[in-house]
């Protein structure tokens, strides 16, 4: 059973990006996630679009949340779910990623789910295996199924995605789900606006195709949209900002900075949060204005989207892009 009719509007063998994506097949993977939200709201939610396949989750960087999403979108799929550690992996003992492919291909699994910390690892794993591959969060290249989470997210709330202005605001530099975002954004036509100190903002980020504002009131006026970042200090080398509370003081997200953003913009996270640090408690968890937890409720009937349509894929010869 399918929760939507898919069909051939995705031409690739993986997905690896938001990149690598048109408006209509971004557009087309949402409708086929739209159709799983109410499934996964019934008492019985298990399927069998993915019966008889295997999925392994490898996840080389923790992540409770991303990892426990897709294995539910999986399991609910009817598919052979199996989950890697990279603490007893092959890797830890000094096997390298090209080798893993090979041992994964020995194995004949369907489809990968692979997070890894280094950019790039996921596209060399997707060349050299057999399976279809989705991009679960590569270092700070891209997390392409947080950003499709995010615009489900949206349409659902507000019936479109293009022709709104969307802030992005926090640590731009070494977060892969604010580079997704901003390319399904401006893919689709919408605005996208970077709000953080200038030490948080990546390179050459002119080539972006973006606004960019230092100061929170400039840059959260007449939004649509809030979408807050985490500090990734683990990925930080040194000091990117002088405090944690200086930093809430002119970049934290409370009601005296959202005040100036549209009166029904929606607040969104993709988690973990940092309550007084990024975000305020009492905005974090605004029931009118945070969509923080739909955003996770989402992610799940997205993944069944990219697990579904990228198995159905690995029948037809002509998609092998």
């Known amino acids: 059973m399918s929760a939507a009719p898919t069909s051939s509007f995705y031409p690739h063998r993986h997905l690896l990006g938001i990149e690598e994506l048109s408006a209509a097949e971004i557009d087309g993977l949402l409708d086929v996630a739209d159709g799983y939200v109410a499934l996964n709201r019934r008492a019985e939610k298990a399927m069998d679009a993915l019966r008889g396949r295997t999925q392994i989750n490898m996840f080389f960087e923790s992540s409770t949340r991303t990892r426990t999403s897709f294995e539910l979108a999986g399991k609910r799929l009817g598919a ?16 390298t990623l090209i080798d893993t492919a090979a ?30 591959v989705i991009n679960a969060g590569d270092g700070s290249h891209e997390h392409p199924t947080q950003a499709l989470l995010d615009a489900l997210t949206i349409r ?57 504002h230092h100061d929170m009131l400039e840059g959260l006026k007449d939004v649509d949209i809030v979408m807050m970042l985490r500090l990734q200090t683990e990925r930080m080398q040194g000091s990117f900002v002088p405090s944690e509370r200086e930093y809430f003081r002119f970049f934290g997200l409370d009601y005296e900075k959202l005040a100036v953003a549209k009166p029904d913009a929606l607040i969104m996270h993709p988690g973990p949060m940092n309550r007084g640090v990024e975000i305020d408690s009492e905005v974090a968890d605004d029931i009118n204005r945070s969509v923080i937890l739909d955003q ?3 992610g799940v009937a997205v993944r069944q989207a990219c ?13 092998n892009q």
């Open 80 to 95: 052979d779910v199996i989950n890697m550690s990279p603490t007893t992996s092959a890797i830890k003992k000094g096997e």
């Open 103 to 132: 041992t994964l291909n020995a194995m004949h699994p369907d489809v990968l789910v692979v997070r890894h910390p280094d950019s790039g690892a996921v596209k060399l794993l997707a060349e050299n295996v057999n399976a279809a």
């Open 156 to 212: 659902r709330r507000l019936g479109k995605l293009s022709g709104l202005t969307v802030a992005i605001c926090g640590d731009i530099a070494h977060s892969r789900v604010a580079r997704s975002n901003i390319l399904l954004f401006n893919a689709i036509g919408s605005r996208v606006r970077l709000v953080a100190p200038p030490t948080l903002l990546p390179p050459a980020v002119d080539r972006y195709g973006v606004e960019v």
């Open 296 to 298: 996770v409720e989402l």
């Open 307 to 319: 697990l579904e349509v990228l198995a159905q894929n690995l029948d037809d010869p002509g998609h």
